[in-house]
């Protein structure tokens, strides 16, 4: 069974930044189309960025100008790289499959980030 472990969150001022880390244990890392995904206490489970196996990425709402989605297919790694942070981006973020492609690893336990002053 594939896992997903994220790391990296924690609790940082508005304007500050994070980089948020996922290592997932499947073999076939780099012939997967890849996301970060975000919970909040208020909404359902939103898509916060993806990226293809190729490399191309996409960003939704928000997210556009501040984060930075990025992979690493030797080590395994999907990054976030997020900047500019506001209070609304509170939320446990998760990483897994791009949602194009219909299916998901199991759900990993995720990465709090609390922005708040």
């Known amino acids: 069974q594939v896992q997903a472990v994220e790391s990296g969150g924690g609790l940082v001022q508005p304007g500050g930044s994070l980089r948020l880390s996922c290592v997932v244990s499947?073999?076939?890392?780099?012939?997967?189309?890849l996301a970060w995904y975000r919970r909040t206490e208020k909404r359902q489970q939103e898509l916060v960025a993806d990226?293809?196996?190729?490399?191309?990425?996409d960003y939704v709402g928000s997210a556009k100008g501040r984060f930075t989605i990025s992979r690493d297919n030797a080590k395994n790694t999907l990054y976030l790289q997020m900047d500019s942070l506001k209070p609304e981006d509170t939320a446990i973020y998760y990483c897994?499959?791009?949602?194009?492609?219909?299916?998901?690893?199991?759900w990993g336990q995720g990465t709090q980030v609390t922005v708040s002053s």
């Open positions: 897994n499959i791009a949602p194009m492609s219909g299916r998901f690893w199991s």
């Open positions: 499947e073999s076939l890392f780099s012939d997967y189309d």
């Open positions: 990226i293809t196996k190729s490399g191309a990425t």
